[in-house]
């Protein structure tokens, strides 16, 4: 087993796949608290792999209540620089229909949040590029085995990120659409945001489970409708997974890996030792 590691985000159910030989859970916890739950390590075609179920075994998490700062610390304390988040989204386009694949390679945040989708603070002050939020290099990897295993997949398009956890309402889901959204979901923002700062590069498989509400021709979304769906794309989702795993590098070397390379403003000499040490391998090359 070589290289860094790689780390997948999503159903608690995901790592139950062909060629992933499970060796280990790791329950941890951060200077930022616990995790969704415990990670699950093992390998894939030679590399390390970690699994983490985004709203815990038994899905008994909110959108609102993941602690998505501890999850991604937790990944990048293992070692994990590659991170492929699978995530349930409904869809403002009739030609993203349920159960296509998309791709997104922009956000936009709706969250109310957003203190806690950052590390810095209590003494460091970073603020890093997001005008390009996902790995292109990765989402390359995603789209193409998309294609080989001939999945409906939409490459590019814009995630609108809602806390929930009830569904838009018809006139909210309009307005997105106006806006030119694409697709739209609960939690995937935020694991972009702490990824870049984590030097992690990052690509989302977004599972289109429905048509938001807006459709009014079609049934509004339903937690039963979207779980449906949600089944199917597991499938889909971890024949992505098996084809992309082998073709990542080893090494990280892409722009993503040195994200943080002129985002800290404040001077060494002023950064706290305590803050230095709650940020851990997040910041350890600079310190």
């Given at each position: 087993?070589?290289?860094?590691?790689?780390?997948?985000?999503?159903?608690?159910?995901?790592?139950?796949?062909?060629?992933?030989?499970?060796?280990?859970?790791?329950?941890?916890?951060?200077?930022?608290?616990?995790?969704?739950?415990?990670?699950?390590?093992?390998?894939?075609?030679?590399?390390?792999?970690?699994?983490?179920?985004?709203?815990?075994?038994?899905?008994?998490?909110?959108?609102?209540?993941?602690?998505?700062?501890?999850?991604?610390?937790?990944?990048?304390?293992?070692?994990?620089?590659?991170?492929?988040?699978?995530?349930?989204?409904?869809?403002?386009?009739?030609?993203?229909?349920?159960?296509?694949?998309?791709?997104?390679?922009?956000?936009?945040?709706?969250?109310?949040?957003?203190?806690?989708?950052?590390?810095?603070?209590?003494?460091?002050?970073?603020?890093?590029?997001?005008?390009?939020?996902?790995?292109?290099?990765?989402?390359?990897?995603?789209?193409?085995?998309?294609?080989?295993?001939?999945?409906?997949?939409?490459?590019?398009?814009?995630?609108?990120?809602?806390?929930?956890?009830?569904?838009?309402t018809r006139a909210e889901s309009e307005a997105n659409r106006q806006l030119g959204f694409d697709v739209i979901g609960m939690t995937n923002l935020p694991e972009a945001k702490l990824a870049r700062e984590a030097e992690i590069a990052l690509a989302t498989l977004a599972m289109i489970t429905d048509y938001d509400c807006w459709k009014i021709e079609e049934h509004?979304?339903?937690?039963?409708?979207?779980?449906?769906?949600?089944?199917?794309?597991?499938?889909?989702?971890?024949?992505?997974?098996?084809?992309?795993?082998?073709?990542?590098?080893?090494?990280?070397?892409?722009?993503?890996?040195?994200?943080?390379?002129?985002?800290?403003?404040?001077?060494?000499?002023?950064?706290?030792?305590?803050?230095?040490?709650?940020?851990?391998?997040?910041?350890?090359?600079?310190?």
């Amino acid at each position: 087993m070589s290289g860094a590691a790689i780390g997948i985000i999503g159903g608690s159910g995901l790592y139950e796949m062909d060629g992933f030989e499970k060796t280990e859970e790791r329950v941890m916890e951060t200077p930022f608290g616990a995790p969704s739950d415990a990670l699950i390590g093992g390998t894939m075609a030679g590399r390390q792999v970690w699994f983490l179920p985004r709203h815990g075994r038994g899905h008994r998490l909110l959108p609102t209540e993941i602690n998505h700062r501890a999850n991604i610390w937790a990944l990048r304390e293992l070692g994990v620089r590659w991170l492929i988040c699978v995530t349930a989204v409904g869809s403002l386009r009739e030609e993203y229909a349920p159960r296509h694949v998309v791709l997104p390679d922009q956000y936009f945040d709706r969250t109310s949040r957003r203190e806690h989708h950052t590390f810095f603070g209590n003494g460091v002050v970073g603020h890093v590029s997001f005008a390009d939020p996902v790995s292109a290099e990765l989402r390359g990897l995603l789209r193409d085995a998309a294609v080989a295993e001939k999945l409906p997949v939409h490459d590019g398009g814009t995630y609108v990120n809602m806390d929930g956890p009830a569904f838009s309402t018809r006139a909210e889901s309009e307005a997105n659409r106006q806006l030119g959204f694409d697709v739209i979901g609960m939690t995937n923002l935020p694991e972009a945001k702490l990824a870049r700062e984590a030097e992690i590069a990052l690509a989302t498989l977004a599972m289109i489970t429905d048509y938001d509400c807006w459709k009014i021709e079609e049934h509004a979304v339903t937690a039963d409708a979207v779980m449906s769906h949600l089944h199917a794309n597991v499938a889909a989702a971890k024949a992505i997974i098996q084809r992309v795993v082998p073709q990542i590098p080893l090494e990280p070397c892409w722009p993503e890996h040195r994200s943080l390379d002129g985002a800290i403003m404040t001077p060494r000499a002023l950064w706290p030792t305590e803050t230095v040490a709650r940020l851990g391998k997040i910041i350890e090359r600079f310190a």
